[in-house]
């Protein structure tokens, strides 16, 4: 008989299909925990919410926080997730560092405000004025802050005597607030709001106890800070184990006259100035 010419049919591999629910769990689980251990570790993102750091920060901005530079502690980890007391890896951070901690109270909530004395300083405000260690800060005027009025932030003055006339200016309403330049004696600067004399304008001496921080906000008459009890709303003395992490960079801002569902108003509401601000 002679060969049949036609080969005969290689045999076809089934090509078994990975995935399914199974991956798909793996992924998203494997995602979580990328995001945790990014979060808990390296950075996170936090909202400007309120005008206590103006001029500086403004309410709509947002910023990646550094979480290594102090160390790590339970308010550190995201969702509650750590138990464990004290702080791994600690450093002291610097005065002057805008910081964002754990409220130390019944709140859960994250606060933030610059660093304005160490464990052991002493500290008061008078007439407006810091005295650090019975030095008293420099504090020089200068130009008026103008903010612009835009949907998310309003004129805001914390009391009726405090209130200054809108300046008008490239068909825009700016509201005005006496600005002063603060020098700490490592000569960092930065610049500080002053709108009246208010009760956190004259203080006692506090003395910065062991372990714990003095804070204060930029925007100093709209600021419950360490100058106040948290009895009184304020935040006192902040315990070492809640700061949470160092201001770094701005990677968005708003003005808050976006629309969610019309996108094209995402762009247009951006303040692309303060985009890209670092700490």
Known sequence: MEASDQAEPKPVKKVQKSGGLAETTRFLLFLFLFAIILRSFIVAPFMIPS?????????????FVAKWP?????Y??????ASFDGRILANEPERGDIVIFQYPGRRDEDYVKRLIGLPGDTVQVRGGQIV???????RVRIADYLMPLTANSPCRYVEPEAERPAVM????TYCAYRRYRETLPSGRSYQVLDQYSGSGDDTPVFVVPEGHYFMMGDNRDDSLDSRFSQDAGGVGFLPADHLVGRALITFFSTDGSAAWLKPWTWLTAARWD?????Y
């Open 76 to 81: 550190s980890i995201p969702f509650g997730l």
């Open 274 to 278: 303060r985009i890209g601000e670092t």
């Open 51 to 63: 005008g206590s750091m103006l001029p500086r920060m403004m309410i709509g901005d947002y910023l």
């Open 70 to 74: 102090y160390g790590f502690s339970r």
């Open 169 to 172: 200016a490239d068909g825009r």
């Open 132 to 138: 650090l260690n019975g030095e008293a800060v420099p």
